[in-house]
């Protein structure tokens, strides 16, 4: 996604239990850090705490992020905090061909530095 704009696609979660049945009105939240640590709630817009639905997902589909840079989601769950998959907040109106590298390669990572050296970083 792009610094300003709603995450696409949202952040999906499902929630089951330890038979691998969806848990329905489960109150999850979600927790976004940066390399420096938890973002403040002036980095982001949108809810971060929703219930389960009747199959157990949660979809936080208001989510928007107003930093660029690798952004990382913990997802809270009573007192289990599990780690997703990191993202990267991109500067807004780059060229979605630019980022057909794979996520983490030597290649992917030197185009996301040029690309927030580009649009000033994000430090604050």
């Known amino acids: 996604g792009c610094a300003g704009e709603v995450l696409s696609p949202p ?12 848990v329905k009105n489960k109150k999850v939240r979600i927790e976004l850090f940066d390399e420096n640590g938890l973002l403040s709630s002036k980095s982001y ?17 208001d989510l928007t992020l107003q930093k660029t840079g690798r952004i990382c989601i913990f997802v809270c769950v009573d007192a289990l905090e599990e780690r997703t998959e990191d993202i990267d907040v991109l500067p807004p109106g780059l060229n979605l061909d630019f980022w057909n590298e794979t996520i983490g390669s030597p290649q992917y990572e030197e185009k996301l530095n040029r690309a927030l050296r580009m649009s000033g970083g994000n430090k604050e």
Request: aromatic residues 10%; without cysteine; positive net charge.
């Open 45 to 61: 817009s949108g809810q971060t705490s929703k219930r389960s639905d009747n199959n157990g997902f949660i979809i936080f589909d």
């Open 11 to 22: 952040l999906k979660i499902r929630i089951r239990d330890v038979s691998g049945y969806p």
